[in-house]
Structure formats: C-alpha cells, structure tokens
C-alpha cells in the first residue's frame, strides 16, 4: 500500500527549457491539489545517477538511463524534450568522412546521455571520451578533440565558431524512423501509487500549458538560467524542446521511445531488453 505524501521533490536541470516548463509551479501560479512541491536543481548527469538510488518523487532523466532506473520508476508522457527533425549534432573543424570519423577522438556530454546512445545507433564502437556539455564545443574549435557531440544551444551556435555539421542525429534518426527523437524525459516513482502517480502526472502536464499559455512570462523567468544566451536565442531553443509533443507526446512519442529501445535492444547496448512503462492519463483527468 502506497505510504500518503504530503511533500514532493522535482528535480530537473537547471537549463532554460527545463525552467521554461515548471515556471508555475516555481512561482505558485497552479493549484498542486494540497501538495507541497520542492524542485531541486541539478545537471542531468547527477539527476540520471540520483534516479538510480530513488532519491526523487519525480525527476528528469536521460531517456538512455531510463533502463538503469526502469525499477523505480515509470515514464511520464508529458515534460519530455524531443526533436522532431533536428537533435544532438556531431560537428568537428572540417567535414569528416566515416573512414576518418572511426579514428577520430570525440568528446561527449557523457555516457548515459541519449545523444550518445543515438550516436552509438548511428555508428557504433567510436573512440568517445566524456567531457562538460558546455565544454565540447570550445573544444573541438581549439583542437583538443577531433570532433564533438553537441547538445543544448551548442546545436545553435557551432557555426560561428567554424565548425562544420558531420551529422544531426535529430535529422538521421527522423528520416530513418519518421518519428521525433526522444532525448530526455520525465519519470515518476513507482511506490507513490497510482492516485499519486496521476495526480503529479497532471500537475506536470498543467504547468507546461501554463508556460505556453502565458510565453512571455514564462521565458522572462527561463532567461534567468540561460547560460548568459541571447533573449533571441533563448527563445528560439526552448521552442525547439517545449512545445505540444512535450505537454504530451503520446501515441507517436511513445512509439518512439519504443523505437530508440527496440534499436538499442537489437544491438546490445543493455545487458537486457527494455520495455519502457508509461503513465496513461485519462482524457477526463486533465
């Protein structure tokens, strides 16, 4: 039997997207149904090795570790950032050709990142060492790596450094599979129970709308985590990543959540088959 819970964390990143989506909850502007709700704020390498112990009622993930916490948790269908035709982007100072790419040195934002796990389905067993997202790209332009795998506003601005596209795993992945990548998610701890599980589901969702409902406010608060970025480019990246398949991805998010794991299955890349588990809200819920 569910224990009654009274206070929630939410942990998520502290990146302008991430801010985007829980600016009502952040600043008191929904009713969380009696609820107490903290949010914590921590880079999505230290929220994916927090899932693994449990440590939050609800969390953003890497949809890569969702396999490692897959016993805790389950998957929420709403607060996820997919690219639909765009994604992580592998750029390095002059076009590379697969030959070279093999013997290339290549910096990642880290292993449990689903910009590698789309890497690794693009091209596998690749010479990759794992450093600070928001490192690679000055990186690369300096020499120190071969090549990089950009996320966040890296996607945008790596041509004003000068390097060059090798490949947008977004773009890849939709025209093998016509479908958005998944890149991170949201998950929700099983032992809370399902009255619990639905009613954080909801909340969730209901602030994202909140967000798009009210965009200026919304992003005004977003700018304050953005990394110093352009009001302009600001707004152009979390549209990118909070938009109607994040208030809710479903039949076709989840097919392609479904996808990326059918892929990594078929390859090995866990040491067992992963099914992903999803929270199914009724329409009449929300």
């Avoid at 929904?30 to 230290?46: A, E, M, N, W």
């Avoid at 947008?168 to 929700?188: I, R, S």
């Avoid at 099983?190 to 992003?219: C, P, V, W, Y």
């Avoid at 110093?228 to 990543?241: I, N, Q, R, S, T």
């Amino acid at each position: 039997m569910a224990a009654t819970v009274r206070e929630v964390t939410i942990a998520h990143s502290p990146d302008s997207d991430d801010a985007f989506m829980f600016y009502g909850l952040a600043k008191d502007r929904l009713d969380t149904r009696g609820l107490t709700i903290h949010q914590v704020l921590k880079d999505i390498q230290s929220l994916n090795k927090d899932a693994m112990e449990g440590r939050y009622e609800v969390s953003a993930i890497s949809f890569a570790a969702y396999p490692y916490v897959s016993d805790r948790y389950k998957l929420m269908p709403c607060g996820a950032s997919m690219g639909d035709d765009y994604g992580p982007i592998l750029v390095a100072r002059e076009k590379l050709s697969g030959e070279a790419l093999k013997k290339a040195k290549i910096a990642i934002p880290g292993k449990l990142t689903t910009a590698y796990l789309t890497l690794r389905l693009y091209q596998d067993g690749l010479d990759v060492h794992e450093e600070p997202f928001d490192q690679i790209i000055d990186m690369v332009a300096e020499g120190k790596y071969d090549a990089g795998l950009l996320i966040h506003e890296g996607q945008l601005t790596y041509d004003k450094l000068g390097l060059k596209k090798i490949v947008d795993l977004g773009e890849w992945w939709k025209e093998l599979t016509g479908l958005p990548l998944p890149l991170g998610g949201n998950v929700v701890r099983k032992d809370l129970g399902e009255e619990m599980i639905h009613t954080l589901t909801s909340l969730l969702k209901e602030s994202i709308q909140f967000s798009l409902d009210n965009r200026k406010d919304a992003l005004e608060y977003a700018l304050t985590f953005a990394r110093d970025m352009p009001e302009e480019l600001a707004d152009k990246f979390v549209g990118m990543y909070v938009n109607e398949l994040t208030v809710d991805y479903g039949e076709a998010g989840m097919k392609a959540v479904r996808k990326l794991f059918a892929m990594a299955n078929e390859k090995g890349i866990y040491p067992d088959e992963v099914v992903p588990e999803f929270v199914v809200l009724e329409k009449a819920a929300v």
